[in-house]
């Protein structure tokens, strides 16, 4: 470890350079790891491709190696005399993981609201900004590798891990996760974008094949991974536990080979899932650069296995050299080497990394419902009755890999399984208290909610009612859309004793909600993170302008589902399935305007406390690419934050669906002021890709371009003529000169009256 650290000393470094001249940070990346590489043994590289699980098991049956910091899910070791330090591997995309079966190891750490609350910001700026926030904590927790973060479309309403990932739109999704690479990689730790690809449900994970048509995969899924890629350039990315066409992730040349470091030109490395490897020499040539967690899997595929195919000639040395430099590559290009994360426990500002997961919480909820105004409540309001949720205590987060264990310890212990995916965890972040704080001369009671008949009893008692409605989700399980322990009914009995009556949904993705009519009032609040409390209490009194819009669809019952029935759910354990995703490209809200099908809430959708007038809508080519312009103004005598949306779609039809995002805005406004904005679409966007050329292809004709406030928001349109374009498959990479090159597909405007500030 000294010898690392000497490696990373400003001075020392310097003289190193001419003994160890890949040190020399005045060199590119690829520089530094072809000289690295040169002075390696081939025992040396073999180490650089083989992780091992970071953590004891419960049973003794498995003990990291010494270097492994514990509680952890990763570890490779250094290589000390070549100033090359471990990789010490945490997960996940919310904030700095423990593995539930290091008890000891707990340290308190700040979760991030789930990754669909960030997304539902549809604010790049604050998913950046969160996500170098638990990179730094991962630093001063002594890791260097972030399992994070995860961007597999939400295909599956009912998938165990949507909380996990970005949402159903591939430039939203992939917009946003591309901000939070770029957020923990500028703490000088690798992001990990993860699960590549199509893992979009947790039932069968391990072993189900999912089936969909290559061109239609690479216009929705894979294109949100192609954009995070683009947009963030992660050091690694990891391959998925299940099937593609019949062949593993881990071991899919199509996948890894052709399309991502083919087409894409990735540079970095591709690491396994936790027990996703299958095999040594088919998995190296398919393009598995890393087996991780070595323990998961039922061989040390990328141990002796590796070693001995290469010695027998049946694995190329060339390919391993590739491995080992990719990896090499990623370290330096992150500032690894340089800065390993040595120390175990520097200071973590618990309190003001808190403060950073609320303002992200704050703009992800997403007022759903506001009849007759019930919402932001008054500071006037005599008699305020919350109920259920565990407010009183704190907000509930999602379980598996990507469980924190925060500041204060678990608000409500004993709750779920004992073991992985569980427990269920509380974060102490009590909406209760903060309610109570936002509003000091009301009179608040709390009922657990556990005795239905006393809580309508009491809900005849108080001017307003909120209800705490959660849903625990978590990895290796997928969920029923249906609210658990008859939540539903606590909700309707309240509400017909009381119609001031407000839920706040605390859940992992949509659910159904069967007494929307009764209520006033519909906040969702995904899993709030560390700040979930005041970031609530805040909207719910108005402090702040709800300004989070759906970045899933919210169906209105599961027939309206491409997949009424979960796919798998009736397969024995273990064995094989195929999924057929028949709905192709067309995901979430495409898949429901194709249908004709009306959701119960639309993607994109979400109301504010004030109004918004949207106009002059136009569109122009302007050097082969699609410019769209228009102007938001607040016409409402409150702040407010708008989130104008832009569509696109042929007028002849003959896409997946009607209409594409291709483009929006965040933007808060003062009372009558407005904003001029501008966005450039992508050009993949208004492509299909034709898996017979391998090309993008924009048929030319009329196009309508919609600006509005949902996916199913038309009011304001306009027409543009589209020439014919094609370009290949590796446009995109080669059309740019990766982490400089940034899109102007979105624009994000702090405040302000006549905005112009650019961004992005
Ligand atoms: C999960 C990954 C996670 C890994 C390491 C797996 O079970 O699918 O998302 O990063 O474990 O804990």
Redesign the pocket.
């Given at each position: 470890m000294l010898l690392v650290l000497a490696a990373s000393i400003p001075g020392r470094g310097m003289a190193a350079a001419t003994d160890r001249p890949w040190l020399d940070p005045a060199l590119s990346p690829d520089a530094r790891a072809a000289l690295a590489l040169k002075a390696m043994t081939e025992k040396q590289k073999l180490s650089l491709v083989y992780d091992y699980f970071g953590s004891e098991k419960p049973d003794a049956s498995y003990q990291p190696p010494r270097g492994a910091r514990m509680g952890s899910?990763g570890y490779v070791p250094g290589i000390a005399d070549l100033g090359i330090p471990p990789q010490w591997v945490t997960?996940?995309g919310l904030g700095v993981a423990t593995q539930r079966e290091s008890a000891d190891a707990y340290r308190e750490r700040t979760a991030l609201p789930s990754a669909l609350a960030a997304a539902a910001t549809w604010n790049p700026q604050l998913a950046r900004r969160g996500a170098a926030m638990i990179g730094a904590e991962a630093h001063a927790s002594g890791f260097n590798v972030l399992?994070g973060p995860g961007v597999d479309l939400v295909r599956e309403p009912r998938g165990g891990r949507d909380f996990e990932y970005a949402g159903e739109d591939p430039l939203l999704a992939g917009t946003i996760a591309g901000a939070e690479i770029r957020g923990i990689q500028s703490q000088h730790v690798i992001a990990v974008l993860?699960?590549f690809a199509l893992n979009d449900q947790e039932t069968g994970r391990n072993i189900l094949s999912a089936d969909i048509d290559h061109g239609q995969a690479r216009e929705s899924d894979l294109l949100a991974f192609e954009l995070a890629i683009e947009q963030g350039q992660p050091g690694s990315v990891?391959c998925a536990?299940n099937r593609l066409g019949g062949v593993y992730a881990c071991e899919n040349p199509w996948l890894l080979g052709h399309v991502l470091k083919g087409d894409w030109g990735y540079a970095g490395y591709v690491m396994s899932?936790?027990g996703a490897t299958h095999s040594t020499v088919r998995a190296a040539l398919a393009g598995l650069d890393q087996e991780s967690?070595w323990i998961f899997d039922p061989k040390p595929y990328f141990g002796a296995p590796l070693r001995q195919a290469i010695a027998a000639g049946r694995m190329p040395l060339p390919r391993l050299d590739d491995m080992a430099r990719r990896i090499l590559r990623s370290m330096f290009a992150v500032g690894l080497v340089a800065d390993p994360a040595g120390d175990t426990a520097a200071p973590i500002d618990l309190a003001g990394d808190a403060r950073v997961a609320e303002a992200e919480e704050t703009q992800g909820i997403v007022l759903l419902k506001n009849a007759r105004g019930i919402l932001p409540l008054a500071r006037t309001t005599k008699r305020l009755l919350v109920i259920g949720g565990h407010a009183d205590r704190g907000v509930i987060s999602g379980g598996g890999?990507s469980t924190v264990f925060p500041a204060g310890g678990n608000a409500v212990p004993g709750l779920g399984p004992r073991h992985f995916p569980g427990p269920i965890v509380y974060l102490p972040s009590a909406p209760l208290a903060a309610l109570m704080g936002q509003s000091p001369l009301t009179r608040v009671r709390y009922l657990s909610g556990d005795d239905v008949a006393a809580a309508a009893r009491q809900a005849r008692w108080a001017d307003r009612v909120i209800v705490f409605a959660t849903q625990w989700a978590a990895?290796s399980q997928d969920v029923s859309l249906t609210l658990p322990d008859d939540q539903d009914a606590l909700i309707a009995a309240v509400a017909a004793a009381n119609p001031h009556t407000v839920v706040v949904l605390e859940t992992g993705g949509p659910v159904l909600m069967p007494w929307l009519g009764k209520v006033a009032g519909v906040l969702e609040a995904w899993y709030p993170g560390s700040g979930g409390g005041p970031a609530i209490a805040q909207v719910l009194f108005g402090t702040v302008d709800p300004s989070g819009r759906l970045p899933v669809t919210f169906p209105r019952s599961l027939a309206q589902l491409p997949q009424p029935q979960l796919p798998g759910a009736s397969v024995p354990d273990g064995k094989p399935f195929d999924v057929d995703y028949r709905a192709g490209a067309a995901v979430g809200y495409k898949w429901y305007e194709k249908q004709g099908l009306e959701p119960l809430f639309p993607f994109g959708y979400g109301l504010s406390y004030t109004q918004f007038r949207y106009r002059h809508l136009a569109a122009r080519m302007e050097r082969g690419r699609l410019i769209v312009s228009f102007e938001v103004r607040n016409i409402g005598s409150r702040v407010g934050a708008a989130v104008p949306q832009v569509y696109v779609g042929p007028k002849a039809g003959g896409w997946e669906a009607p209409r594409r995002l291709v483009g929006w805005a965040k933007v808060s406004l003062a009372p009558h002021g407005a904003a001029a904005l501008s966005i450039t679409v992508d050009p993949r966007l208004l492509a299909m890709f034709d898996e017979g050329s391998q090309t993008w292809r924009t048929m030319p004709g009329t196009y309508e371009i919609w600006l509005g406030q949902s996916s199913a928001d038309t009011m304001v349109s306009t027409e543009v003529h589209l020439p014919a374009w094609s370009h290949a498959a590796r446009w995109a990479s080669a059309s740019r000169s990766g982490a400089a090159w940034l899109p102007r597909y979105y624009r994000v405007v702090a405040a302000g009256g006549r905005a112009s500030k650019r961004s992005g």
């Open positions: 899910a997960d996940a399992l993860k699960h990891m536990y899932d936790w967690g890999s990895e």
